[in-house]
Structure formats: structure tokens, C-alpha cells
Nanobody
Framework: QVQLVESGGGLVQAGGSLRLSCAAS????????MGWYRQAPAGKQRELVA????????KYADSGKGRFTISRDNAKNTVYLQMNSLKPEDTAVYYC???????????????WGQGTQVTVSS
């Protein structure tokens, strides 16, 4: 399995920005689909935020369209999530995930990071 380490979370005021990073181990990164998920407090289910295919195609949940951008740097084995115009409802633990090339379509990601907390204050 791919080992994933997220960074970049923190506390930000509403309207601010954060960039999350996820460093992946292994030599298969360029062939992996990658995803960002989040889980809000109070027992809410983990939900997809964005995904990117090995070729760079992207998809977003409606909640992040126009505000979030997922990107990848295959030379650095890293995937990013740029989050702008943050809202208090974006507060959650954000998880990086990795899967096979088809995970972009199936959303079946096999590897997960430990998560990074994002808190947006009003």
C-alpha cells in the first residue's frame, strides 16, 4: 500500500485560504488516482472533496466547486488541495487517499493518510 502523509491544515478565518499537501511513498504515484476526503465532527460521514486521475482530470464535490483546486506533482509524489474562500462549514478533518488508476471513476481508494484538521472560524 501507498503511505500518505498530509500537512497544511490549521485554523483560518472565514474567507481565508489554506493549501493542503499529501506526500506519497512508493514508485506508483504517477499511475495512482488521488483523492481528498473530509469528515466533519458530530459523526458525519466521510465525504469526497475532490479527486484527480493519473492524467490530471479532476472532479469536485458541489460544496467545493469554484473554491477548491486539486493538483498533483508527479516529480514530488505529492497531491495538493488549494482551498480558497473558506467557510465555517468547511471545518473538518481532511484525508488524502490513493487508489489504482480506475479509482477516479469508482472512488474505491485503498490507502489513506492520518488526516489533517482544518478549522474555519466565523
Amino acid at each position: 500500500q501507498v503511505q500518505l502523509v498530509e500537512s497544511g491544515g490549521g485554523l483560518v478565518q472565514a474567507g481565508g485560504s489554506l493549501r493542503l499537501s499529501c506526500a506519497a511513498s512508493g514508485s506508483t504515484f504517477s499511475t495512482n488516482s488521488m483523492g481528498w476526503y473530509r469528515q466533519a465532527p458530530a459523526g458525519k460521514q466521510r465525504e469526497l472533496v475532490a479527486a484527480i486521475s493519473p492524467g490530471g482530470a479532476t472532479k469536485y464535490a458541489d460544496s467545493g466547486k469554484g473554491r477548491f483546486t486539486i493538483s498533483r506533482d508527479n516529480a514530488k509524489n505529492t497531491v495538493y488541495l488549494q482551498m480558497n474562500s473558506l467557510k465555517p462549514e468547511d471545518t473538518a478533518v481532511y484525508y488524502c487517499s490513493a487508489g489504482t488508476s480506475t479509482a477516479y471513476f469508482t472512488l474505491k481508494f485503498a490507502s489513506w493518510g492520518q488526516g489533517t484538521q482544518v478549522t474555519v472560524s466565523s
